[in-house]
């Protein structure tokens, strides 16, 4: 059973900043697409960003573009998401997740990743 783990969370005000790691003790780290995902009570989980295995190409939901920025270190095994000028719609639980997936593969729905971590939460006020 593979467990990825998040850490970084916490509370920030309005334009701040925030790095989220995760930890992922997964073989063939770089066969791999990893995502990142958040989730609030009204809500259902969403996509916030994917790393593909393709030449790191990078999928960002458009509330995030141009302020996220999700990097994968495969020295380390771990995934980390750049959260910056962050709003308070950024509020949230923040998961991390893994899929085994080919050269040509583009999960993107939550359903695409079976290896997912416990979550870490995102506070942003006003």
């Known amino acids: 059973q593979v467990e990825l783990v998040e850490s970084g969370g916490g509370s920030v005000q309005a334009g701040g900043s925030l790095r989220l790691s995760c930890a992922a003790p997964l073989d063939s780290f770089s066969m791999y697409c990893m995502g990142w995902f958040r989730q609030t009570p009204e809500k259902e989980r969403e996509v916030v960003a994917v790393?593909?295995?393709?030449?790191?190409?990078?999928y960002y939901t458009d509330s995030v573009e141009g302020r996220f920025t999700a990097s994968k270190d495969y020295a380390k095994n771990t995934l980390y998401l750049q959260m910056d000028n962050m709003k308070p719609e950024d509020t949230a639980t923040y998961y991390c997740?893994?899929?085994?997936?080919?050269?040509?593969?583009?999960?993107?729905?939550?359903?695409?990743?079976?290896?997912w971590g416990q979550g870490t939460q995102v506070t942003v006020s006003s």
């Open positions: 790393i593909y295995t393709s030449g790191g190409r990078t």
């Open positions: 997740a893994a899929s085994q997936c080919g050269r040509s593969s583009r999960p993107i729905a939550k359903d695409d990743f079976p290896y």
